[in-house]
């Protein structure tokens, strides 16, 4: 799989929009983007995914650039509960490949 | 639907024990893996499977040994546990292997070795 680049950390006060970037510049055209989020103690979560388009679901939104070598997961009302560690995972379309987990994104958030 | 359950919860071993890790899922899912994340740090995958009866190694598959007899069932067996295999193990289930398909995770085994 492709690797992934995300910052360590980052802060965002409560109830503001939260966007947070990953960048995948050598992601291949059959590769889907993965989101994937860790809360304190608790196992990963799944967030959201997908190959060219952008996409919302309940928890967050994907905004996928037109090259498709950068992405950015948006967490619209940032909660106190969504202070948690998120990954970005690139998965191939076919074949059997693990998710493959980097150091992900350290995400603070300040009432 | 209980989705990945995990037993048990937390296990203390002494140097040399022998145990095993159970993981279940319920919702058919074809391809079943084993995480290992060590305190701070990402987690690292152990073994996986695409199917009953296939296994494969992921990074980190020295000290551990896996089957796949079921669908439902993947556990995980130490050998002879070791201090270095102090961890928080996760198992994780999906559909299939392939980038459309979310990964469900289970809540963790809590294991120390002394």
């Known amino acids: 799989d492709a690797k992934t680049t995300q910052p360590n950390s980052m802060e965002s006060n409560e109830e503001e929009p939260v966007h947070l970037p990953c960048n995948h510049s050598?992601?291949?055209?059959?590769?889907?983007i993965h989101w994937y989020r860790q809360l304190p103690s608790q196992g990963p979560e799944y967030v959201i995914h997908?190959?060219?388009s952008n996409v919302n679901n309940r928890m967050a939104s994907l905004a996928i650039a037109e090259d498709r070598k950068s992405s950015t997961l948006i967490l619209h009302r940032a909660t106190l509960r969504d202070a948690a560690v998120y990954y970005c995972?690139?998965?191939?379309?076919?074949?059997?490949?693990?998710?493959?987990f980097g150091k992900g994104t350290r995400l603070s958030v300040i009432a | 639907n209980a989705g990945v359950t995990q037993t048990p919860k937390f296990q203390v071993l002494k140097t040399g024990q022998s145990m095993t890790l159970q993981c279940a899922q319920d919702?058919?899912?074809?391809?079943m893996s084993w995480y290992r994340q060590d305190p701070g740090m990402g987690l690292r995958l152990i073994h996986y499977?695409?199917?009953?009866?296939?296994?494969d190694q992921g990074e980190v598959p020295n000290g551990y040994n896996v089957s796949r007899s079921t669908t439902e069932d993947f556990p995980l067996r130490l050998l002879s546990a070791a201090p270095s295999q102090t961890s928080v193990y996760f198992c994780?289930?999906?559909?299939?292997?392939?980038?459309?398909?979310?990964?469900?995770f289970g809540p963790g085994t809590r294991l120390t070795v002394l």
């Open positions: 994780a289930s999906s559909y299939s292997g392939g980038g459309r398909n979310e990964q469900f």
């Open positions: 050598t992601i291949s055209g059959t590769d889907y």
């Open positions: 997908g190959l060219t």
């Open positions: 995972i690139l998965r191939a379309l076919s074949g059997n490949t693990p998710l493959v």
């Open positions: 919702m058919n899912h074809e391809y």
């Open positions: 499977s695409v199917g009953a009866g296939i296994t």
